[in-house]
């Protein structure tokens, strides 16, 4: 293979632009049926929305479209630990319910599925999810959902693709791209199919693709926090009743309206800030919560510290402590649009990719198993 003057490939089959989950995904598959490919990343690591998230990959919760690339996900994921050598948890989540309203959605989700919901009651609750509110009813167990541990997944995934002959060029920026050529701040490269798998950057490759879809950035806040809670870095995913109004796969449950309109009248900021109260456990005993939700085609550079503020309060109540020191702060962006999944072609031999609801550690590895058969 011949090569620029920077070391990168002058011409490949497949040019994938970004390191992020979707982008790694699309080089696996694109590899596994055969293509010689090229990840391009503009950082040396990945360091975008798929190192910041919760690591969790969420099958029952989802709907639809993303809920058949979540299920096929699943098994690309345990497939893929195995190879790469990260730690995958089959550990399931944890759903809280803390009103009479939640409860009724979750047994409302739960009819008809007792492979994938198990109800729980309150004190299965509070000793699976470890949380020490007295306010806890009851809650449900998702088994087929998986955890990993996401500032690992990404650079582990990209080694193990670079051992089987996957071509990175790390701190490389992509200008543009058009049919057949890829044109970076280190020189050009021929493709015969390029996929953009830039998440939210999609505006600036497809500005008129960006507007049809509804494309706007999401800005989550994220805390890292220890305190005198019983370490679980095994432990299950854990979500409370704000993720029932998050997850498309509760939209059809009947007494999701009323949930909604008692967190209206008890506690609106909750859904001014579209707080989706959830955390997972690190593997240092530490724990990870989130999130709220800002949206916006160029986001504010200084949210109020009220949002880290709120949800510190929150995951208080939630643990029964107020002894939480927060270790860490940080904001992860991902692009939101109109439907889960962008999946398009701005020009002949370039499809874009993006996931579009902050689900793409779910449904990446299934969707590009897809979306793949497009490109080649
Ligand atoms: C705080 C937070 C929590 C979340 N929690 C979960 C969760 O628990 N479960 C779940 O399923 N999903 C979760 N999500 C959503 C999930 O993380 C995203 O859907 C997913 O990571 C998107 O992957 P991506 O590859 O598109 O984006 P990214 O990981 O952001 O990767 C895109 C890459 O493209 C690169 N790039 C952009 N422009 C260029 C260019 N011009 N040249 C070269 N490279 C470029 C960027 O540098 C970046 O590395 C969460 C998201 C956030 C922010």
Not at 74 to 98: K, N, P, Q
Not at 209 to 235: I, Q
Not at 341 to 358: H, N, Y
Not at 361 to 367: N, Q
Request: some cysteine; overall charge negative.
């Amino acid at each position: 293979m011949s090569e620029t003057s920077v070391g990168l490939p002058a011409a490949v089959d497949v040019v994938v632009v970004g390191a992020g989950i979707v982008g790694l995904s699309h080089a696996l598959e694109a590899h596994e049926r055969g293509a010689s490919v090229l990840v391009l990343e503009r950082d040396d690591r990945p360091v975008g929305a798929s190192v910041r998230n919760f690591g969790h990959i969420s099958v029952t919760a989802q709907a639809g479209d993303a809920r058949r690339a979540a299920e096929r996900a699943r098994t690309r994921w345990i497939e893929v630990a195995g190879h790469a050598g990260f730690d995958l948890l089959e550990c399931g989540t944890v759903v809280v319910a803390r009103a009479v309203e939640e409860l009724a959605v979750l047994e409302e989700f739960a009819d008809g599925r007792a492979d994938s919901v198990e109800l729980l009651s309150g004190s299965e609750v509070r000793c699976r999810a470890g949380v020490g509110d007295p306010a806890v009813l009851g809650g449900a167990f998702f088994p087929l959902d998986l955890r990993v541990d996401p500032r690992v997944t990404a650079p582990s995934i990209a080694s193990w693709l670079e051992t089987r002959g996957v071509r990175f060029g790390w701190s490389t920026n992509v200008l543009a791209v058009d049919s057949g050529m890829v044109r970076t701040n280190r020189g050009a490269v021929e493709a015969h199919s390029i996929v953009l798998a830039v998440n939210h950057d999609l505006d600036r490759f497809a500005p008129e693709l960006a507007v049809s879809v509804g494309l706007r950035r999401c800005e989550l806040e994220m805390l890292r926090v220890t305190g005198p809670v019983p370490a679980n870095p095994d432990g299950p995913a854990v979500l409370t009743g704000s993720s029932l109004l998050r997850y498309d796969g509760f939209a059809s449950c009947p007494s999701l309206g009323a949930l909604r309109d008692r967190v209206r009248r008890e506690r609106p900021e909750l859904l001014e800030h579209v707080v989706n109260l959830m955390l997972t456990h690190r593997p240092d005993g530490s724990i990870q919560l989130g999130d709220t939700h800002v949206y916006a085609a160029t986001l504010d550079p200084f949210p109020p510290e009220s949002l880290a503020e709120l949800l510190l309060d929150e995951a208080s109540t939630l643990l029964g402590t107020d002894e939480l020191a927060v270790q860490e702060r940080w904001r992860g962006v991902y692009a939101s649009t109109d439907e889960p999944f962008v999946v398009a072609a701005p020009a002949p031999g370039v499809l874009a990719v993006t996931v579009g609801s902050g689900i793409g550690m779910s449904t990446a590895l299934g969707l590009a198993a897809e979306t793949i058969e497009r490109v080649l």
